[in-house]
């Protein structure tokens, strides 16, 4: 029961610091009545994640280590997390629907395209 290979150190280690260090934004979220834009920015971060993968690999950007590919993969879910923002307040502004509603329209919209 009590033997962990090194492997379950680093499995037991990385979900305690990714616990830890979605604490602090989760109850932000919470507090202020938008924990339902974790939930999409977490979802819609995956169009930019194949978005970059197939360019890196169309454009061969990777190298043979894969180092550059996982900063690509990184720079297209950050920026697939701020379109997310942005056309939310995009679309509750011009549509004129409450946030919930856009955020479910550009949500399940992005999270399809993916």
């Known amino acids: 029961m009590f033997d962990w290979s090194s492997h379950d150190v680093w499995i037991a280690l990385t979900a305690a610091l990714a616990g830890m260090s979605c604490a602090v934004p989760g109850t932000f979220l919470v507090l202020r009545k938008?924990?339902?834009l974790g939930d999409a920015l977490s979802h819609t971060v995956l169009p930019g994640i194949v978005t970059a993968f197939l360019v890196a690999h169309w454009f061969q950007l990777a190298s043979p280590n894969g180092n550059s590919l996982h900063a690509l993969l990184l720079v297209g879910a950050v920026l697939a997390g701020l379109v997310t923002a942005f056309l939310?307040?995009?679309v509750r502004k011009v549509g004129g629907v409450e946030e919930s509603a856009a955020l479910g329209v550009v949500y399940s919209s992005l999270f399809a395209f993916g």
């Open 34 to 36: 938008q924990s339902m």
């Open 88 to 90: 939310t307040e995009l």
